[in-house]
C-alpha cells in the first residue's frame, strides 16, 4: 500500500511563508498523479495546485501568483511552496495521488484521487 505523508505545515503571520513536502513511499507503481488539495471544516475540499502532464502547473486562482508547486519524480515527493499567506488560506492540506499520468489541461475532481495523506495544518494570523 502506497503512503503518503505531509510534512512543512504550522502557524504563521499574514504575509509568511511555509512550505509543504510530501513524500511517497511502499510499493511505488511507475508513475503517478499527485496533487495538493486542502479543507476547511465544514466545506468541501479544494484543489490547490497539480503538476499536469507537460510539467506545467496549474492552481486555484486564489492562490495563484503565491504558490508555486514542484515535482521530483525520482524522490517521489510534491512540494508546494507558500508565500505571502493569507488567513483564508488557514486550512487543513491534504497530499493526495492516483496511479497515472495527470491530464493535460485540468486539475481532476478530489474523487479521482484514491491515494490520501493524512494532511498537514497550516494556519495564518492576521
Known amino acids: 500500500q502506497v503512503q503518503l505523508v505531509e510534512s512543512g505545515g504550522g502557524s504563521v503571520q499574514a504575509e509568511g511563508s511555509l512550505r509543504l513536502s510530501c513524500v511517497a513511499s511502499?510499493?511505488?507503481?511507475?508513475?503517478?498523479?499527485m496533487a495538493w488539495f486542502r479543507q476547511i471544516p465544514g466545506k468541501e475540499r479544494e484543489g490547490v495546485a497539480i503538476?499536469?502532464?507537460?510539467?506545467?502547473?496549474m492552481y486555484a486562482d486564489s492562490v495563484k501568483g503565491r504558490f508555486t508547486v514542484s515535482k521530483d519524480d525520482a524522490e517521489n515527493t510534491l512540494s508546494l511552496q507558500m508565500n505571502n499567506l493569507k488567513p483564508e488560506d488557514t486550512a487543513m492540506y491534504y497530499c493526495?495521488?492516483?496511479?497515472?499520468?495527470?491530464?493535460?489541461?485540468?486539475?481532476?475532481?478530489?474523487?479521482?484521487?484514491?491515494?490520501w495523506g493524512r494532511g498537514t495544518q497550516v494556519t495564518v494570523s492576521s
Open positions: 503538476v499536469l502532464s507537460a510539467d506545467a502547473p
Open positions: 511502499g510499493p511505488l507503481a511507475s508513475s503517478y498523479c
Open positions: 493526495a495521488a492516483y496511479v497515472g499520468y495527470c491530464p493535460t489541461l485540468y486539475f481532476p475532481r478530489s474523487s479521482v484521487f484514491r491515494i
